[in-house]
C-alpha cells in the first residue's frame, strides 16, 4: 500500500513523457513481436543471455517508438487507435 501511495503522489501530477509513453504503448504492442523475432534470429549465438536481452529491448524500444512518432503520432491512424489528436506544438517567442 506504501508504494502504491507513493505512486499516486508522485505521479499525481500531468507529465507529457508518461502521456506520450501511454499513447504509443498500444502501437508498440502490436509492432514488437515482429522485430523482436527478427533480432533473436540474426544476433550471434556466442553472445550470453543478458546481452542479447538488453540488445533486443533496446532495438526493439528505439525502432517501436521512432515507428509510432513517424508513421502514427501525427497522421490519422492516431484516431484508428484510440489516442487523442495531438498537434504539434509551436514554439511561442
Known amino acids: 500500500f506504501q508504494i502504491l501511495g507513493a505512486m ?3 505521479l499525481n501530477k500531468p507529465s507529457p513523457t508518461l502521456r ?4 504509443a504503448s498500444y502501437w508498440c504492442y ?6 523482436v523475432f527478427w533480432l533473436q534470429g540474426n544476433l550471434p549465438a556466442a553472445l550470453s543471455g543478458m546481452a542479447r536481452f538488453a540488445i533486443v ?3 526493439t524500444a528505439t525502432v517501436s517508438l521512432a515507428s509510432y512518432h ?3 503520432r501525427y497522421t490519422p491512424l492516431n484516431q484508428i487507435f484510440g489516442s487523442r489528436r495531438p498537434t504539434k506544438a509551436v514554439a511561442s517567442a
Open 70 to 72: 513517424l508513421f502514427v
Open 57 to 59: 529491448l533496446a532495438i
Open 20 to 23: 506520450y509513453l501511454a499513447d
Open 8 to 10: 499516486v503522489v508522485m
Open 30 to 35: 502490436l509492432v514488437h513481436l515482429p522485430i
